[in-house]
């Protein structure tokens, strides 16, 4: 068996369960993300893979062999903590081979590999250098120089990236997302940032309350969540409570019809709309809710305006600034249609 296989993994920290028997297979070679807010159990699952969190219940698989009651230093996984844990006193080039040289690894291989790693993560020329002295993306690099070195089957990152500001971040997760394809080990990575999630996953395991709720690829998570907590926690989506019957969809809010490109359970169901695919007063689109501007949220590269279309219901709608600021001229107070095509329509289960 060839991955690594989480089964009915159970965690608990006294009476509070922290993983509730959960489930989880990683490809070998694949980029797994662990997506969550804060208490879902990313972080206490990462650890339970790496050694320092014993489970209840459950075992831990990789590659075969069964790691569930090995301690962490016997078991074919390193971890790179959000802080990088890189030793002050070292050099670079110390740092990376410090693992090496604890497993008895000859001077000459360890400091071939300490070059090969350099040159891996783009360093070539830092390994005298004082950690002290790197920027904060450089001190990541040596972090996974040093978690690659010895060839690990599967590399942990806990939130590697967030201590990054935004433009470095973004730089970095492009390189991260090279490095992982170069070397080919398994990386599973923890986030709460839903924008990291995506662009560096190939798959995205999507938690709550200890239990792993969604896992598809990030363009099915968001195209087609499982579940309203799914559909809000990434993209942020509007909700909308409907109808279904045998002729379609009605709005709750106003006893308007929808029309969606997928049919539901008749009953009480939720639409997810996300904010970019909904339009002012498009007069093509079939989807079409009155209602009052009630707000607007410049962010630079989109305006985000809210609608309220009446019942306690407000939507939001993201209008690309292409075509600058200026182009936009609805001012709040003014009567609107929020309109949207079927495709847009992502139906829900009522809960």
């Known amino acids: 068996m060839s991955g690594l296989v989480v089964e009915g993994l159970t965690v608990r920290f006294g009476a509070t369960t922290i993983l509730n028997a ?3 297979a990683v490809s070998d070679g694949e980029f797994f993300v662990l997506l969550g807010g804060s208490g879902s159990g990313k972080t206490t699952l990462l650890r339970a893979i790496a050694g320092f969190a014993a489970p209840d219940a459950g075992r831990i698989v990789l590659n075969g062999v069964d790691l569930t009651g090995l301690p962490a230093h016997r078991r074919p996984v390193n971890t ?3 802080s990088y844990a890189l030793f002050p006193h070292m050099t670079v080039a110390e740092n990376i081979g410090f693992g090496l040289r604890r497993k008895g690894v000859g001077r000459a291989e360890t400091a071939a590999t300490v070059v090969r790693m350099l040159a891996l993560v783009r360093l070539e020329g830092f390994g005298d250098r004082a950690v002290q002295r790197l920027s904060g993306g450089q001190q990541q690099r040596v972090a996974l120089a040093r ?7 599967l590399l942990l990152l806990d939130e590697p990236l967030s201590a990054l500001d935004r433009g470095l971040r973004q730089e970095t997760r492009a390189d991260l997302a090279a490095l992982q394809k170069r070397v080919g080990a398994s990386f599973v990575l923890v986030t709460h940032d839903q ?3 995506l662009s560096l996953a190939d798959r995205v395991g999507v938690m709550r309350d200890g239990v792993m709720v969604q896992v598809d690829t990030p363009a099915m ?8 907590y799914v559909a809000e926690f990434l993209g942020a989506a509007n909700i909308l409570p409907v109808t279904v019957g045998a ?3 009605t709005a709750q809010a106003t006893g308007a019809g929808i029309v969606a490109a997928r049919a539901g359970t008749p009953g009480p169901g939720l639409l997810a709309l ?9 007069p093509n689109a079939p989807n079409r809710l009155t209602g009052v501007l009630v707000g607007r949220s410049y962010r630079g590269e989109v305006l985000e305006q809210t609608v309220d279309i009446g019942g306690g ?3 939001r709608v993201a209008r690309s600034l292409r075509d600058g600021l200026a182009a936009v001229e609805t001012p709040p107070g003014a009567a609107v249609v929020v309109s949207w095509y079927p495709d847009a329509s992502i139906l829900l289960p009522c809960s």
């Open 221 to 228: 998570l968001y195209e087609r969540p499982n579940c309203r």
């Open 195 to 197: 924008d990291e999630a």
């Open 80 to 82: 790179i903590f959000q």
């Open 247 to 249: 002729d379609g969809l």
């Open 274 to 282: 996300r904010p970019e695919r909904l339009r002012l007063d498009d």
């Open 147 to 153: 978690g690659l070195a010895a060839n690990p089957a």
């Open 313 to 315: 219901t407000i939507l």
């Open 22 to 24: 959960l489930s989880l």
